[in-house]
């Protein structure tokens, strides 16, 4: 079923009640009516990208970047209704690139991917921080890959994440406990990327290329990379 005929989107969330899916800059019901484009940024140099909800559906955490002005980028949030009221999450200066992650389920925290302080140039963390702008963490080195950005267990406990080797990482919130969730594939090259968790934390779902099929799938899995299911079987490179 495509919900968005004829429009292009980049990163598709669930509303906590799913009956919206948000994608860079709208949002639209999970039946394909009332598309409605966010309001724009009342900064004419901060440009607006990928969201996510906030556990009670009320904002939606933002990307802010500009390419010649990194004093705007950082992480913001709008008002999920029709993305007014702006707010900027981030200090100014925090991270000159930001990859928007996932609200905490207390809906108190945002999970997010930067360039860590110190650290091969281009490289990415895992961040968390306040909903209010303090508590700016870096929670692991620079092993994330991009993109989307780290996805927040439902019990609040773990953090699930892409590595730049195409594994799939988890770690506490609180930076310990850093290790790789085994997907047993069969053999030659894998890459898994864009892991995100099921409502119920029991299973994960990603996108996996195979060096045996030649492209890349859906995939979802237990928690602990047991019981590998492929989802989708085309040539195109679903993901995200």
Excluded: M
């Amino acid at each position: 079923f495509r919900v968005l005929p004829g429009i292009a989107a980049e990163c598709p969330r669930w509303s906590p009640d799913g009956s919206k899916i948000s994608v860079a800059g709208a949002t639209v019901n999970a039946d394909g009516t009332g598309f409605t484009p966010l309001a724009p940024s009342p900064d004419p140099l901060l440009n607006l990208g990928c969201n996510t909800w906030s556990p009670d559906g009320s904002r939606l955490a933002v990307e802010g970047f500009n390419d010649d002005h990194p004093e705007v980028t950082g992480i913001y949030t709008v008002r999920a209704s029709d993305g007014g009221d702006l707010v900027r999450v981030t200090p100014v200066g925090a991270t000159p690139t930001v990859v928007i992650g996932d609200y905490s389920p207390d809906g108190n925290r945002i999970v997010f991917l930067g360039e860590p302080a110190h650290g091969r140039r281009g490289s990415l963390a895992v961040f968390t921080v306040n909903t209010d702008g303090t508590g700016l963490r870096q929670i692991t080195p620079g092993v994330a890959n991009c993109c989307p950005g780290p996805s927040w267990s439902p019990d609040g406990t773990e953090l699930l994440f892409g590595s730049t080797r195409g594994k799939l990482l988890v770690v506490h919130p609180d930076g310990t406990g850093l290790g790789q969730i085994p997907i047993r594939t069969g053999g030659g090259f894998s890459f898994a990327f864009g892991p995100g968790w099921s409502p119920d934390g029991k299973n994960i779902v990603f996108s996996l290329f195979l060096e045996t099929k030649g492209q890349v799938d859906i995939y979802t899995a237990r928690a602990d990379g047991t019981r590998l299911v492929q989802v989708t079987n085309t040539p195109d490179n679903e993901e995200f």
